[in-house]
């Protein structure tokens, strides 16, 4: 299912916001900053994002529907980790900034211009509404290993 592209959401009603709530606590509870609905089973366009440290204020963002406007021409790397790719992880550079619309739970047309660790965090999201993971930046040999030892994991888990 995670290589399937979501479809997009018609209409924000009590179920999309019913779901962003369960992904937020499934997102929290991991714990991690980014989570997308096809993660929870749900092939929709829908993410939620917070990027807040332990410490600070909680930051929550939900983004339905989410389109890249802009991205920069300059990269910024950071090592990428997954939900749905248990003990991997990877330095990824993508753009520094991106420009980002998306509908709000209300329904609203909305549109963020971000950097650093969030705009990291939208487009590794963004990249799972696609069908895509952070395993697709390695080469094919690498990626082969990588997928080899993760159906070894799931199989012994379920022997
Ligand atoms: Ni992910």
């Known amino acids: 299912m995670l290589r399937q592209a979501s479809s997009a959401i018609e209409t924000v009603d009590s179920d999309v916001v019913k779901l962003a709530k369960d992904m937020f606590e499934t997102m929290y509870a991991a714990p991690g ?3 997308a609905a096809v993660q929870v089973g749900v092939p ?4 939620v994002l917070d990027v807040a440290d332990d410490d600070e204020t909680p930051r ?3 983004m339905i529907n989410p389109k890249i406007l802009e991205t920069s021409d ?11 790719i ?8 993508r753009p520094d900034w991106v420009r980002v ?15 650093g660790l969030l705009a990291t965090a939208v487009q590794h999201e963004i990249d799972h509404l696609n069908g895509k993971l952070i395993i697709d930046f390695l080469s094919r040999l690498k990626r082969d290993i990588v997928i080899r030892r993760f159906k070894k994991q799931a199989r012994d888990a379920t022997s």
């Open 60 to 62: 929550p963002i939900t």
């Open 44 to 47: 929709r366009q829908m993410l």
């Open 86 to 93: 248990p003990d991997f992880k990877l330095d990824v550079s």
């Open 101 to 115: 619309s998306y509908l709000d739970l209300e329904g609203k047309s909305q549109e963020l211009r971000t950097d």
């Open 33 to 35: 900053i980014g989570l």
């Open 74 to 84: 300059t990269l910024r790397t950071h090592e990428e980790g997954c939900l749905s």
